[in-house]
């Protein structure tokens, strides 16, 4: 299979009646998941570095417009932010793949434990390969979506509330499990998620109340 048609194959996996052909017939190893995630994240580093980009080039804009005078602060005002966009660029390549390949190690492995906890009787290789996947497409389509401005972050939290059908499927048809154990396997991290954001946030309430520096 070409790099194009792994690509493609990542974003059509989104589709319900592809990822469930996808569960039947495919299986891989941990290599052939955390080869598929690298590839992604090089997807996601091309749309990061992007922005990065437009962002330079606005920049560059607004200081010889507004704050510079000369050709020549101009000058070094364009070599500083080549530079640091030269460095990050580094930084993107490396630690955006070694990231999401930690990332999705780890939040596999607990989505493992729950699923097992539930009755799963899946595997984490073949939980991690299909993810691998169908999360691929999540993270590229979400980089796309990113850079449409202004309501990209709602696009993208709208693909989110979407893609939680999806990990459904994937828990049900590796785990062999009931509808309604695959959905607890989906919900239960999302209402502990919500528990310790609220908690944090009543703690940081708490706090300010307790503070000296609120009665004075």
């Given at each position: 299979?070409?790099?194009?048609?792994?690509?493609?194959?990542?974003?059509?996996?989104?589709?319900?009646?592809?990822?469930?052909?996808?569960?039947?017939?495919?299986?891989?190893?941990?290599?052939?998941?955390?080869k598929n995630v690298v590839l992604a994240s090089l997807v996601v580093d091309l749309?990061?570095?992007?922005?990065?980009?437009?962002?330079?080039?606005?920049?560059?804009?607004?200081?010889?417009?507004?704050?510079?005078?000369?050709?020549?602060?101009?000058?070094?005002?364009?070599?500083?932010?080549?530079?640091?966009?030269?460095?990050?660029?580094?930084?993107?390549?490396?630690?955006?793949?070694?990231?999401?390949?930690?990332?999705?190690?780890?939040?596999?492995?607990?989505?493992?434990?729950?699923?097992?906890?539930?009755?799963?009787?899946?595997?984490?290789?073949?939980?991690?390969?299909?993810?691998?996947?169908?999360?691929?497409?999540?993270l590229i389509v979400a980089s796309i979506l990113n850079l449409i401005p202004i309501?990209?972050?709602?696009?993208?939290?709208?693909?989110?509330?979407?893609?939680?059908?999806?990990?459904?499927?994937?828990?049900?048809?590796?785990?062999?499990?009931?509808?309604?154990?695959?959905?607890?396997?989906?919900?239960?991290?999302?209402?502990?998620?919500?528990?310790?954001?609220?908690?944090?946030?009543?703690?940081?309430?708490?706090?300010?109340?307790?503070s000296p520096s609120y009665y004075s």
């Amino acid at each position: 299979m070409s790099l194009i048609d792994l690509y493609k194959k990542m974003v059509l996996s989104l589709i319900p009646e592809n990822l469930e052909k996808q569960l039947k017939t495919e299986k891989g190893t941990l290599g052939n998941g955390i080869k598929n995630v690298v590839l992604a994240s090089l997807v996601v580093d091309l749309f990061v570095l992007l922005s990065m980009v437009l962002s330079m080039i606005f920049q560059l804009f607004m200081s010889g417009v507004m704050s510079i005078t000369t050709r020549s602060d101009w000058a070094m005002a364009a070599m500083v932010t080549i530079g640091g966009f030269g460095v990050l660029t580094i930084m993107t390549l490396v630690l955006i793949p070694i990231f999401l390949v930690l990332v999705t190690l780890i939040f596999t492995a607990l989505a493992f434990i729950l699923c097992k906890i539930l009755g799963g009787k899946g595997t984490f290789t073949d939980q991690y390969y299909q993810f691998s996947i169908v999360g691929s497409g999540f993270l590229i389509v979400a980089s796309i979506l990113n850079l449409i401005p202004i309501v990209g972050g709602l696009f993208i939290s709208l693909l989110g509330i979407y893609y939680l059908y999806p990990v459904f499927l994937v828990y049900r048809a590796v785990h062999k499990m009931s509808n309604m154990r695959a959905a607890l396997a989906v919900i239960i991290p999302l209402i502990v998620m919500l528990l310790v954001l609220f908690i944090g946030f009543l703690t940081m309430v708490m706090v300010q109340f307790l503070s000296p520096s609120y009665y004075s």
